[in-house]
């Protein structure tokens, strides 16, 4: 296979602010101001506002959601029962992620036949969590993949592992203005991401579940179980909150085991904390 080909990023200081995130989730003791920007190559000033701009707090306060108790204050302060997000309108159809979402799901019939005659095209872009590849269809956005911990090589045969009778091919273009939208480097205000979920039928009622929790927010496996009809399934929840192929927008990263643990995350625990800090700080400096 050749060497995946990158989108263009939107703007210089988006991919600063990518690698800013990554040198902060992985630092083992909290960074000043003037380590991060000397890193980035940049004044601590200047810095400092380009990062509160995109990520909506400063570095400092930042670093304060990466704690390890973050998740704990999160189910405590946020956690979001789906009966009620339901009952207010917070589904697929609604604004989550800061961006609008419209989403369709493939057939029980269609997905049987494991992608077969589907084309699915895919491209690398980079991301606020690192690199990312994304797949989708003409119908919107089927596969979305972070390598920052499993490598680049093993995140695509991932993804080709679900949909084995599908046909692949590189096709960034097609996929650029619905990723430019889904990690905000575009008002999305001004276009959307679609979605296409290629599941099982109860990995589907699962992922639905999953988008109607508000950015910023929590739940947990149980309450899903709860949600869906299956209170005793939550093993099988979990499971298939762990099939989840498109990340971030399928936002499983917002279910918690009920202690307030992080539980498992396919992409990486790390990816993991970042998407909950990252979603946490947007949502109190909003």
Same mark, same amino acid.
């Given at each position: 296979?050749?060497?995946?080909?990158?989108?263009?990023?939107?703007?210089?200081?988006?991919?600063?602010?990518? *690698?800013?995130?990554?040198?902060?989730?992985?630092?083992?003791?909290?960074?000043?101001? @003037?380590?991060?920007?000397?890193?980035?190559?940049? #004044?601590? /000033?200047?810095?400092?506002?380009?990062?509160?701009?995109?990520?909506?707090?400063?570095?400092?306060?930042?670093?304060?959601?990466?704690?390890?108790?973050?998740?704990?204050?999160? $189910?405590?302060?946020?956690?979001?029962?789906? !009966?009620?997000?339901?009952?207010?309108?917070?589904?697929?159809?609604?604004?989550?992620?800061?961006?609008?979402?419209?989403?369709?799901?493939?057939? /029980?019939?269609?997905?049987? *036949?494991?992608? #077969?005659?589907?084309?699915?095209?895919?491209?690398?872009? @980079?991301?606020?969590?690192?690199?990312?590849?994304?797949?989708?269809?003409?119908?919107? +956005?089927?596969?979305?993949?972070?390598?920052?911990?499993?490598?680049?090589?093993?995140?695509?045969?991932?993804?080709?592992? *679900?949909?084995?009778?599908?046909?692949?091919?590189?096709? /960034?273009?097609? $996929?650029?203005?619905?990723?430019?939208?889904?990690?905000?480097?575009? @008002?999305?205000?001004?276009?959307?991401?679609?979605?296409?979920? %290629?599941?099982?039928?109860?990995?589907? &009622?699962?992922?639905?579940?999953?988008?109607? %929790?508000? #950015?910023?927010? =929590?739940?947990?496996?149980?309450? +899903?179980?709860?949600?869906?009809?299956?209170?005793?399934?939550?093993?099988? =929840?979990?499971?298939?909150?762990?099939?989840?192929?498109?990340?971030? $927008? %399928? /936002?499983?990263?917002?279910?918690?085991?009920? #202690? !307030?643990?992080?539980?498992?995350?396919?992409?990486? +625990?790390?990816? &993991? *904390?970042?998407?909950?800090?990252?979603?946490?700080?947007?949502?109190?400096?909003?």
């Amino acid at each position: 296979m050749n060497p995946p080909t990158r989108a263009p990023e939107d703007g210089y200081h988006y991919g600063v602010m990518r *690698r800013a995130i990554d040198l902060i989730d992985h630092a083992s003791d909290p960074l000043a101001l @003037d380590q991060i920007a000397a890193q980035m190559g940049m #004044s601590a /000033p200047h810095f400092q506002r380009i990062f509160s701009r995109w990520v909506g707090v400063s570095p400092k306060r930042y670093q304060q959601y990466l704690m390890l108790d973050h998740a704990k204050d999160l $189910l405590r302060d946020r956690f979001t029962t789906l !009966g009620a997000a339901h009952e207010l309108g917070l589904s697929g159809s609604g604004r989550l992620h800061d961006l609008f979402l419209r989403w369709e799901a493939m057939s /029980p019939g269609e997905f049987a *036949r494991k992608g #077969s005659g589907l084309e699915i095209s895919w491209g690398w872009f @980079d991301s606020p969590f690192g690199p990312a590849l994304v797949m989708g269809t003409d119908r919107g +956005i089927c596969g979305l993949a972070f390598s920052a911990e499993m490598g680049e090589a093993e995140a695509m045969a991932d993804l080709q592992r *679900r949909w084995p009778g599908a046909t692949f091919v590189e096709n /960034p273009d097609l $996929l650029g203005g619905w990723v430019k939208t889904a990690f905000g480097a575009q @008002d999305g205000s001004n276009g959307k991401a679609p979605i296409y979920l %290629i599941g099982a039928p109860f990995q589907i &009622k699962v992922w639905e579940a999953l988008l109607s %929790i508000p #950015s910023g927010n =929590v739940t947990t496996y149980s309450e +899903i179980a709860q949600t869906i009809g299956t209170p005793k399934a939550v093993r099988a =929840v979990g499971t298939a909150v762990g099939r989840n192929p498109i990340s971030w $927008l %399928i /936002p499983c990263h917002r279910a918690l085991r009920k #202690s !307030g643990g992080l539980g498992g995350y396919h992409w990486g +625990i790390p990816v &993991k *904390r970042a998407m909950l800090a990252y979603e946490s700080a947007r949502a109190d400096a909003g």
